[in-house]
């Protein structure tokens, strides 16, 4: 019984495949002009609305993207130099000492701009 269901994953490569597809075609057509003006205009304002969307998505996760660096670094600006050193700090990855260097300068400098 369960030989007969498609996995979500192939179901899903192949209805892209066959999307690609269709694309590549009217690629082509449009490239050799084969298009009529109607089809034209709505594959142009197709574009247009996916550019819109995709402007829009990029737009939202680069305001998130922020909100969270901010907020990490207000969460890190709240602990002390040593206590922010130990928190990022890693294997194999820059010494401690070096690390509440890099904190402290960065910290000096983002209070010297912002003045």
Do not use: N
Request: hydrophobic residues 45%; charged residues 35%.
């Amino acid at each position: 019984m369960s030989d007969d269901i498609i996995p979500r994953e192939q179901a899903f490569a192949e209805a892209r495949a066959i999307f690609d597809r269709a694309l590549d075609r009217i690629a082509r057509d449009r490239a050799a002009g084969r298009l009529t003006p109607e089809a034209e205009a709505r594959i142009a304002a197709g574009e247009r609305r996916y550019a819109a969307r995709q402007a829009a998505i990029k737009a939202a996760a680069i305001r998130e993207a922020a909100r969270i660096w901010r907020r990490g670094m207000d969460d890190m600006d709240r602990m002390t130099v040593t206590a922010a050193a130990r928190a990022c700090h890693q294997p194999g990855g820059p010494s401690l000492a070096e690390l509440e260097a890099r904190i402290t300068a960065d910290r000096t400098a983002r209070i010297r701009t912002a003045r």
